[in-house]
């Protein structure tokens, strides 16, 4: 989203993406027309880009609040934004935001911090488990929720995954500050859709909202440098059903090409029934009609296929109620793209693979393949000699004791046929866990390491390099945002280092692998080339079934 002027990694640590005033004015614009609100807030305001055009609709002397953090910012906003009040503090932990009745706006766009880039130690953003904590007690001061909603939100708040982002507990914030009838707006990345520890967030959305408005940036446009679409979600808080009931509401999805942005406007090129920009989506809002316009569709789906997997995560998670699960009726279901191809013909009652028993999972992501995936080009008995890298020239190649390194399929073309065979494999991931540089032995944790193994000097040397390389973003492999939670530390030392990855687990050693096959964009003769191999790869089954019994299948 859009940048700040100061440096990259404050601005990440904070998730300092602010919306920009076009964002602002789409979200404002989505807000129901008739409404005028009597107070309104956003608990995560940076310089204040949503609250200024929302300002606009709400009556005159309303409470209007932010709450910002960073007390530059928070200072900025206040300069800016006259006419509300401006609090400088953590919205996890401020009773300000507590308001009796329940805000009748909360409108924002959340932090998306990874709780794992607050290493600092002064670090102004509170750990995971911090915000959790705070979050929960920030529910159980609220008065304007009755006590199965507070159970609810509790609920949500002490089970969602720990592996989210700082999002989720924003969203969770934000969705129990409300008063019933009052409305969310909040600007997302499309994750929200599809990631499933964001599954307890479209959970809540369906049971506790009516009339959810989403706009989606197919175009991935709106924001400068995006790699992921944006959404905006608008939605009314309503009595809480039961997971059933909220299955059988409707979501407007309107989907927002790239040729309706224009010089002030991310909707100036639209058209709706003779109107224009933002008048154009009012319009089109206060019909929900199915309709495809120029460079738009917006379409009505059933909350079954809008999120078409959350039945079959809901109905064993630990933030959906007991009685929901059991209740839960209807089975898993396709999503609302694939209906849209099939048509609404009667379909079977699908079965997950989870149904059957069987876990699947992303395969090993290293943070840095460049550093930690090694080409073998020979082997000797205790050791492998492995191919130097294009970053580190002073080492053209260097042996690794065996143990340090585990043979992997890296990508489809490392497999030849359908079945892997790890002494043909060719690449390996490094691992290093009980071993440490000598030069670490005086930063080590004595408890860890009471036994201290030194690294081979290749290693140490590999790994020196790998520290000095800057690559062309200008950044360290240790300082790689999935990297540097590598280093983890007691009171006596450090645990861990970057270059030593997690243990693996059950999913990172598959007994089935499905590798991706659509890792390059390529044209013309490249492309059909390739896909020559790729089918010849698929289709052809080694001669001779390996004996090695530890091969898996592909
Ligand atoms: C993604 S920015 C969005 C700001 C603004 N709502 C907008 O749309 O432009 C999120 C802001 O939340 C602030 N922030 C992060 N954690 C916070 C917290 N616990 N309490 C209050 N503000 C927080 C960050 O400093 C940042 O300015």
Same mark, same amino acid.
């Given at each position: 989203?859009?940048?700040?002027?100061?440096?990259?990694?404050?601005?990440?640590?904070?998730?300092?993406?602010?919306?920009?005033?076009?964002?602002?004015?789409?979200?404002?614009?989505?807000?129901?027309?008739?409404?005028?609100y009597?107070?309104?807030? !956003?608990?995560?305001?940076?310089?204040?880009?949503?609250?200024?055009?929302?300002?606009?609709?709400?009556?005159?002397?309303?409470?209007?609040?932010?709450?910002?953090?960073?007390?530059?910012?928070?200072?900025?906003?206040?300069?800016?934004?006259?006419?509300?009040?401006?609090?400088?503090?953590?919205?996890?932990?401020?009773?300000?935001?507590?308001?009796?009745?329940?805000?009748?706006?909360?409108?924002?766009?959340?932090?998306?911090?990874?709780y794992?880039?607050?290493?600092?130690?002064?670090?102004?953003?509170?750990?995971?488990?911090?915000? %959790?904590?705070?979050? *929960?007690? #920030?529910?159980?001061?609220?008065?304007?929720?009755?006590?199965?909603?507070?159970?609810?939100?509790?609920?949500?708040?002490?089970?969602?995954?720990?592996?989210?982002?700082?999002?989720?507990?924003s969203?969770?914030? *934000?969705? /129990?500050?409300?008063?019933?009838?009052?409305?969310?707006?909040?600007?997302?990345?499309?994750?929200?859709?599809?990631?499933?520890?964001?599954?307890?967030?479209?959970?809540?959305?369906?049971? *506790?909202?009516?009339?959810? @408005?989403?706009?989606? !940036?197919?175009?991935?446009?709106?924001?400068?440098?995006?790699?992921?679409?944006?959404?905006?979600?608008?939605?009314?808080?309503?009595?809480?059903?039961?997971?059933?009931?909220?299955?059988?509401?409707?979501?407007?999805?309107?989907?927002?090409?790239?040729?309706? @942005?224009g010089?002030?406007?991310?909707?100036?090129?639209?058209?709706?029934?003779?109107?224009?920009?933002?008048?154009?989506? @009012?319009?089109?809002?206060?019909?929900?009609?199915?309709?495809s316009?120029?460079?738009?569709?917006?379409?009505?789906?059933?909350?079954?296929?809008?999120?078409?997997?959350?039945?079959?995560?809901?109905?064993?998670?630990?933030?959906?109620? #007991?009685?929901? %699960?059991?209740?839960?009726?209807?089975?898993?279901?396709?999503?609302?793209?694939?209906?849209?191809?099939?048509?609404? %013909?009667?379909?079977?009652?699908?079965?997950?693979?989870?149904?059957?028993?069987?876990?699947?999972?992303?395969?090993?992501?290293?943070?840095?393949? !460049?550093?930690?995936?090694?080409?073998?080009?020979?082997?000797?008995?205790?050791?492998?000699?492995?191919?130097?890298?294009?970053?580190?020239?002073?080492?053209?190649?260097?042996?690794?004791?065996?143990n340090?390194?585990?043979?992997?399929?890296?990508? %489809?073309?490392n @497999?030849?046929?359908?079945?892997?065979?790890?002494?043909?494999?060719?690449?390996?991931?490094?691992?290093?866990?009980?071993?440490?540089?000598?030069? !670490?032995?005086?930063?080590?944790?004595?408890?860890?390491?009471?036994?201290?193994?030194?690294?081979?000097?290749?290693?140490?040397?590999?790994?020196?390099?790998?520290?000095?390389?800057?690559?062309?973003?200008?950044?360290?492999?240790?300082?790689?945002?999935?990297?540097?939670?590598?280093e983890?530390?007691d009171?006596?030392?450090f645990?861990?280092?970057?270059?030593?990855?997690? /243990?693996?687990?059950?999913?990172?050693?598959?007994?089935?692998?499905?590798?991706?096959i659509?890792?390059?964009?390529?044209?013309?003769?490249?492309?059909?080339?390739?896909?020559?191999?790729?089918?010849?790869?698929?289709?052809?089954?080694?001669?001779?079934?390996?004996?090695?019994?530890? *091969?898996?299948?592909?």
């Amino acid at each position: 989203m859009m940048k700040q002027s100061h440096n990259t990694s404050h601005q990440k640590r904070y998730g300092q993406y602010f919306s920009g005033n076009k964002v602002a004015e789409l979200l404002s614009a989505l807000l129901p027309s008739s409404r005028l609100y009597s107070s309104a807030i !956003d608990p995560m305001v940076g310089v204040g880009d949503l609250l200024l055009p929302a300002i606009q609709k709400v009556q005159p002397n309303s409470n209007v609040v932010g709450v910002e953090i960073d007390a530059p910012i928070a200072e900025q906003c206040a300069q800016r934004l006259s006419s509300a009040r401006i609090i400088k503090g953590d919205s996890f932990c401020s009773k300000q935001i507590i308001i009796p009745g329940g805000w009748d706006l909360v409108i924002t766009n959340p932090p998306y911090v990874r709780y794992q880039l607050q290493k600092d130690e002064h670090s102004v953003i509170p750990s995971s488990a911090k915000i %959790r904590h705070n979050l *929960c007690k #920030q529910i159980s001061t609220m008065q304007h929720l009755s006590a199965p909603d507070k159970a609810f939100f509790l609920k949500l708040a002490q089970n969602y995954s720990g592996l989210s982002d700082m999002a989720v507990p924003s969203w969770l914030l *934000c969705a /129990s500050l409300l008063s019933n009838k009052g409305v969310l707006a909040i600007v997302v990345p499309e994750a929200w859709l599809n990631r499933e520890y964001a599954a307890p967030i479209r959970y809540m959305l369906l049971k *506790c909202f009516d009339n959810i @408005v989403v706009a989606r !940036d197919v175009g991935t446009c709106w924001f400068e440098n995006a790699l992921v679409r944006t959404c905006l979600v608008v939605a009314e808080r309503s009595n809480t059903v039961t997971f059933n009931e909220g299955l059988k509401k409707n979501i407007y999805q309107i989907d927002l090409g790239a040729n309706l @942005v224009g010089a002030t406007s991310l909707i100036e090129n639209m058209y709706f029934e003779g109107h224009c920009n933002y008048a154009a989506i @009012v319009e089109l809002l206060l019909w929900k009609m199915n309709v495809s316009g120029n460079g738009y569709t917006a379409h009505s789906y059933d909350a079954t296929s809008a999120f078409s997997d959350l039945i079959s995560i809901a109905k064993y998670a630990k933030w959906t109620a #007991q009685e929901e %699960r059991s209740a839960v009726t209807s089975n898993s279901v396709l999503p609302a793209e694939l209906t849209k191809i099939i048509g609404s %013909r009667n379909h079977p009652d699908y079965v997950s693979l989870s149904d059957l028993g069987i876990t699947c999972g992303q395969g090993l992501r290293t943070g840095a393949n !460049d550093f930690f995936y090694m080409e073998i080009v020979s082997e000797e008995s205790q050791f492998y000699i492995v191919r130097g890298k294009s970053w580190c020239k002073q080492l053209q190649s260097f042996s690794v004791k065996k143990n340090n390194i585990i043979k992997v399929v890296q990508n %489809r073309s490392n @497999v030849d046929g359908l079945v892997v065979v790890p002494a043909e494999l060719g690449f390996g991931v490094l691992r290093i866990s009980n071993e440490i540089r000598a030069t !670490d032995r005086a930063s080590c944790s004595r408890k860890k390491f009471s036994e201290i193994r030194v690294l081979s000097d290749a290693l140490t040397g590999y790994i020196g390099a790998g520290e000095t390389y800057v690559d062309s973003r200008g950044r360290h492999f240790k300082e790689y945002s999935a990297v540097s939670p590598n280093e983890k530390k007691d009171d006596s030392g450090f645990t861990s280092y970057w270059y030593m990855l997690p /243990s693996f687990t059950k999913r990172h050693l598959p007994d089935l692998c499905v590798t991706r096959i659509n890792s390059m964009l390529m044209y013309g003769k490249e492309a059909s080339n390739r896909k020559q191999e790729i089918d010849r790869q698929h289709y052809t089954i080694p001669n001779q079934r390996p004996k090695d019994k530890h *091969c898996g299948k592909i």
